[in-house]
C-alpha cells in the first residue's frame, strides 16, 4: 500500500499499543453530553418553563404569529440572532431524535434522557402548532435581514417578527419532508413514554409528507426571505426520501420503503456519491438509514437489491471521511479535523461523527468490515475516527481548545450570540435597544457575561486556527444542529468509557493499521 495511506487519520490510530495509552486524551463524555442538552434550554423561544436551568435566559417572542392569527410561540432560534428558520429547526430535532433512538440507553445510564426528551418536545410542540392545516406549514418567523441590523437580547426583540407559511400554492416540499421526518422519529421516541403524544406526531408526519409529495417545490422559492441564509441548495428530494424512510421505521408501512425503492434512482438516492451531511443535504443520512434496512429479514429482493446500491453510496460517504478513497476524499486540517468549508465547518464534522458511529453499529451488527477503495476498515477502526473527532472538538487540537462551549477550562468566550453577549435579563430588566447592543455591547473586547454551555461553534479554519472574537461569526457562532448530532455520540462514547471498552477500540484501531 502506498505510504500515503498513513495520513489518512490521526497519528494516534497508528501507534503501537504500547503507547496508545499516553497518546488518547481522556475526556468525560458524560459531562459533554450534559452539557450538550443544556445548549438547548439557551435556544428557546416563547415561554419558558419553572424548570428552565439557563437562567440567564427569559420568555421572548410571546406574540409570535399574533399577525398571522396563529400561535406560533415556542420553537428554537437557530443560532445567535432572533429567527426562527423552520428547515434547521427540523433537522436539529431529527437528529436530536435519532440520536435517542440510536442510543437511548446510554443516555439514560448517562443520567440525561429527561433532557434530551425535553429538548426533542419543545421542538415538536412548535411544529404541531406550525401545521395549522394539513396543506399549510408555518415556516419562518422573523426576518433574517432586520433581525441582524439589531444586536438584542431575545427579551428586549424591536425586530419584525413577520411569519412565513408554504401551502399548496407555495410548496415546500424541503420544509415538509424535513418536518415529516423530525416528528416521525420523535413519535418513536415517545411511543413509551406519551403514546397519545407519540400518535399525534405521527399523525402529523404523514399529513406533512404527503403535503409535500403531492405539491412539490423548493421553499425558498416560496419564501424569498429564508435565501440569503438557509436556501435549500440539494433542492427537496432528498428530504423526501429521507421523510420516507423516517415514516417506514415509524409506521412499519411498506408502502414508505416502496417510496424510498422505487424513487431512489430518479431522486438521487442511490446516484448522489456524497461527502457531506447537513440540515440542507441529506442524501448520506438518507443512505446510512437506507443501509440499517439490509438488517430485516423480510425484505423482498427488489428491496433489496436497490438498498444495497444504497449501500455503495452510503460506503463512498464513510470511506471519504476516513480518506480512503482514491481521489474523493474530505480535506483535513493538520491537526486532523474533517475540514469542507470555512463558514460553521463543525456543523459537518459533528454530523459525520454521528453517522460514522451508525455504521460502525451496523458493521458490527452485519460481522462485517467496510471495504473502501484504499482499504479495508474494521467497525472499531470507523468509531474510533468517529471518537478523534469528538475528541478534537473537545480538546485534543492544536490550539487546545474545547471547541464545546463550557467544557474544559479552555473554550470560546466570545460567542457571537446576541443572548450570551448582553447582560442577563434576569440581572438587568432595564430595555436595550437595536443599535444600543451593537454600541456597548457588540464591540467589547471582554468575555460574555453569559456562557452558552454546550454549544459547538463553527470552530477553526483549515489551519486549525481559530480567533476567540464576537465579530468572527465564521468560527464564533454556534448552531442548534451544530450541537444535536454529538448528543447520540456523547451517550456511545460514556457507554464505552465505562471499564475498557473504549480502549480496546482505539487500541483494535492501531493494531490494524500497525499491520499496513
Known sequence: MEFSIFFITLMFLFTSPATIASLVQEFSYQDALSKSLLYFEA???????????VTWRHHSGLTDGLQQGVDLVGG????????????????????????????????????????????????????????????VLWAEVGDGDTDHYCWQRPEDMTTSRRAYKIDNENPGSDLAGETAAALAAASLVFRKSNPHYSHLLLH??????????????????????????????????????????????????SNYLDYAVDKAHCFGGTGWAIS??????????VQIMAVQNLLKKELQPNQKHILEQYKTKAEHYVCSCLGMNKGENVDRTPGGLLYIRQWNNMQYVSGAAFLLTVFSDFLKSMGTDLHCPNGTVTSNQVLSFAKSQVDY?????????????GFGTKYPKRVHHRGASIVSYKENKGFIGCTQGYDKWYGRRDENPNVLVGALVGGPDCQDNFGDERGNYMQTEACTYNTAPL???????????????LQEVVSSSAYAYDNY
Open 487 to 501: 448528543v447520540g455520540v456523547f451517550a456511545k462514547l460514556h457507554a464505552l468509557s465505562d471499564g475498557s471498552r
Open 276 to 285: 457531506e451531511f447537513s440540515w440542507d443535504v441529506k442524501y448520506a443520512g
Open 204 to 253: 402529523h408526519a404523514q399529513q406533512l409528507f404527503e403535503f409535500g409529495d403531492k405539491y412539490r417545490g423548493r421553499y425558498d422559492s416560496s419564501i424569498a426571505a429564508v435565501k440569503s441564509y438557509y436556501a435549500s441548495v440539494s433542492g427537496y428530494k432528498d428530504e423526501l426520501l429521507w421523510a420516507a424512510f423516517w415514516l417506514h421505521r415509524a409506521t412499519g408501512q
Open 393 to 405: 472538538i473537545l480538546g485534543s487540537n492544536p490550539m487546545n481548545m474545547s471547541y464545546l462551549v
Open 43 to 53: 435556544q428557546r423561544s416563547g415561554h419558558l418553563p419553572y424548570n428552565q436551568r
Open 76 to 135: 428554537y432560534y437557530d443560532a445567535g440572532d432572533h429567527v426562527k428558520f423552520g428547515l434547521p429547526m427540523a433537522f436539529t430535532i431529527t437528529m436530536l431524535a435519532w440520536s435517542v433512538i440510536e442510543y437511548g440507553d446510554e443516555t439514560t445510564a448517562a443520567g440525561e434522557y429527561k433532557h434530551a426528551l425535553e429538548s426533542i418536545k419543545w421542538g415538536t410542540d412548535y411544529f404541531i402548532k406550525a401545521h395549522t392545516k394539513p396543506y
